[in-house]
């Protein structure tokens, strides 16, 4: 479907529960990314992938594979899609770790954005992310998204409280490189 030099997506199928399900449950994974760190059942994990993932109409959810190994890697959605206001939020997470800091989101995150704006030509893509995450703020900065505004004190990691960063992109702003 969408492809680069090292990743293309796929998109996620019931298959899939099992890699997710290693991933939503491992807290450096999902540290950064969930409000909730839960332990999760694989039968919960199952009923999420079906009913979260593949049961929304106003989503669009893929696996990000790595190209040498063809294994998944990780997964991005575009969620709240609303194609009457050409507006959606996209949501990364790499679940193996091994990828982490070496460029793989990056390319992810173009991947979707050159979907969102020049496929679906939407007008504006958002995304929330952990003030704490200065890596990921980094990237999304670097990309191209602006800081719209925050949710003060809205999660609790580490005993302290951290603010939730609303970031956006209009598509007039995208420039892909």
């Known amino acids: 479907m969408f492809e680069s030099a090292r990743i293309c997506f796929r998109k996620v199928t019931a298959d899939d529960a099992s890699i997710y399900h290693a991933w939503r449950n491992d807290p450096a994974v999902m540290k950064t990314t969930s409000l909730s760190l839960d332990v999760f059942t694989l039968e919960e994990t199952a009923a999420f992938v079906q ?3 593949l049961g929304s109409s106003s989503g669009k959810s893929y696996m ?3 190209k040498a190994s063809a294994n998944p890697i990780g997964i991005t959605s575009l969620i709240q899609l609303d194609e009457k206001n050409r507006n959606a939020e996209c949501i990364i997470d790499l679940g193996e770790k091994e990828f982490w ?3 793989y989101a990056t390319e992810a995150l173009k991947l979707l954005l050159d979907y969102a704006f020049l496929e ?4 504006r893509v958002s995304l929330r992310v952990f003030s704490f995450n200065e890596k990921a703020i980094r990237l999304y900065e670097k990309l191209g998204f602006t800081h719209e505004g925050r949710s003060r004190q809205s999660v609790f990691r580490d005993g302290q409280w951290h603010d939730i960063c609303h970031m956006g992109m209009l598509q007039s702003e995208y420039v892909r490189d």
């Open 120 to 123: 679906l030509n939407l007008h």
């Open 101 to 103: 800091g070496k460029g």
């Open 64 to 66: 990000i594979i790595d």
């Open 51 to 53: 009913n979260v993932i």
